[in-house]
């Protein structure tokens, strides 16, 4: 894992924690909740496909 890919993954994990809380205090379907879930379901889909393309290259 480079470092791209590492501070990817804290990302996703600072931007997981935020929307639970936002989810807590605020409510699941709270503007900010639902902005911080599109938010991550983003980090998390450029994190998939960055493994993706690592795992072909190891194919190759």
Do not use: C, F, P, W
Not at 18 to 25: D, E, N, Q, T, V
């Amino acid at each position: 894992m480079n470092k791209s890919e590492s501070e990817l993954e804290v990302n996703i994990l600072y931007k997981r924690e935020a929307m639970i809380k936002s989810g807590i205090l605020r409510g699941l379907l709270h503007t900010e909740t639902l902005k911080l879930s599109r938010e991550l379901d983003q980090l998390i889909y450029e994190s998939q496909k960055r493994k993706q393309r690592t795992s072909s290259r190891k194919t190759m």
